[in-house]
């Protein structure tokens, strides 16, 4: 499933320095320590934007994939190209969590004349997710610019694809017959479909087969799983919805029917099960 979203950015200018000499006829050096700082923190966009607040990671994969897909419309132009750099620190950090926060200090001395004052700002940009703020200085505050940043997020389950492979190859040759071909035929219908919908779809087609008399019990587990994955769909993440079915499949291991063909489905399940981690 993907989503487009607008984070709203802002440039602006933050006074860092103001001195009054309006009392002293004589000129003053005046030396300052400018802090520039960039804080980067894609799992605030994620949640606050996508509703995302937890991610994971299988096979160096992410769960959570996230493109810039440039400036929103209704932005204003601006010289200053910081808020690229931003999207592009966004889009990278957000499929590893991974935190970004620097600081460095740099040293500027100023004239303040006789009688006189002197006040300095410097550039910032914000967004959600982000800040910078830079050692470009002014001596007087320029009006705020709003230069939005358009992103498209796209949520993948992970493991998916090799669970679907497991039953889609899977072919018993006595019992069950009819049931499997069900599941292969379902598979196959949305084999070129988005995770999020062959997911549910498999779910609904599981949910659905009920044995005349092979393993009538354990489909009957699974039958009550899958009625509670969709009971929970519109309100859990898809991918702990996954791993609930997951767990399931491992735990399903039948007394004399389908032994095979279900052994090699725990083992791809306890697999992918331990091989997902959560990331945020």
């Not at 993907?2 to 802002?10: E, I, L, P, Q």
């Not at 550039?123 to 320029?142: F, M, N, R, W």
């Not at 079915?245 to 032994?259: C, H, I, Q, Y």
Request: net charge neutral; proline share 2%.
């Amino acid at each position: 499933m993907s989503k487009t979203v607008v984070a709203n950015g802002k440039y602006f200018w933050e006074l860092v320095f103001s001195y009054d000499n309006s009392n002293n006829p004589g000129e003053i050096e005046h030396t300052i320590k400018i802090k520039k700082s960039k804080k980067i923190n894609s799992r605030q966009l994620l949640e606050t934007k996508f509703s995302i607040k937890s991610g994971f990671t299988y096979k160096n994969k992410s769960s959570v994939s996230l493109k810039f897909d440039g400036v929103a419309d209704n932005s204003s132009s601006v010289e200053f190209s910081y808020h690229l750099d931003i999207a592009k620190e966004l889009t990278r950090t957000a499929e590893t969590a991974e935190e970004i926060i620097e600081e460095t200090e740099v040293e500027r001395k100023y004239t303040v004349g006789g009688k006189g004052k002197l006040s300095l700002y410097r550039l910032c940009y914000i967004t959600e997710g982000a800040i910078t703020k830079t050692d470009i200085v002014a001596t007087s505050p320029q009006d705020d610019v709003i230069v939005d940043l358009k992103f498209t997020m796209t949520k993948r389950i992970l493991g998916l694809s090799e669970i679907l492979d497991r039953f889609r190859n899977t072919h018993p040759g006595s019992d069950n017959i009819l049931e499997w071909r069900i599941i292969r035929d379902a598979i196959v219908a949305v084999s070129d479909e988005a995770d999020e919908k062959a997911f549910r779809h498999f779910v609904e087609t599981l949910s659905r087969i009920t044995p005349s008399r092979d393993n009538k019990a354990e489909w009957a587990g699974i039958r009550t799983t899958c009625t509670q994955i969709l009971a929970e769909w519109d309100s859990t993440q898809k991918q702990l919805l996954f791993k609930k079915l997951l767990t399931r499949f491992e735990a399903t291991v039948p007394g004399s029917d389908n032994k095979a063909e279900w052994a090699a489905i725990r083992q791809v399940s306890h697999s992918i099960l331990n091989s997902i981690r959560q990331i945020f």
